[in-house]
């Protein structure tokens, strides 16, 4: 079966730490474009950060810059999304996706819960 599972959400305290992980099956995550993107009720799905297949390009979205980082460990088929300095607008489901120029492949993960809050 090729999926993306991801885990490490949960409730925790605004100023607080967290990493995502997104491990995958059935597909090799260095051969493509990851990302994290998550979404509120009521709100578009956010681009959050993508690394590219290299490893070598990350993005960020303006709102988590210099707090969010993300990363790819090839040998674990896994993508990492390091959350510091939680806020409650980070609250939200975070998604793990997967993207291929080349096949057009895009694929979801089922998502993992994140409240911040005091």
């Known amino acids: 079966q090729v999926q993306l599972v991801e885990s490490g959400g949960g409730l925790l305290q605004p100023g607080g730490s967290l990493r995502l992980s997104c491990t995958a099956s059935?597909?090799?995550?260095?051969?493509?474009?990851m990302s994290w993107y998550r979404q509120t009720p009521g709100k578009e799905r956010e681009l959050v950060a993508s690394?590219?297949?290299?490893?070598?390009?990350?993005n960020y979205a303006d709102s988590v810059k210099g707090r969010f980082t993300i990363s790819r460990d090839n040998a674990k088929n896994t993508v990492y999304l390091q959350m510091n300095s939680l806020k409650p607008e980070d609250t939200a489901v975070y998604y793990c996706?997967?993207?291929?120029?080349?096949?057009?492949?895009?694929?979801w993960g089922q998502g993992t819960q994140v409240t911040v809050s005091s």
């Open positions: 690394i590219t297949s290299t490893g070598g390009s990350t």
């Open positions: 059935g597909l090799t995550v260095s051969r493509y474009h």
């Open positions: 996706n997967a993207h291929s120029s080349v096949s057009g492949l895009g694929l």
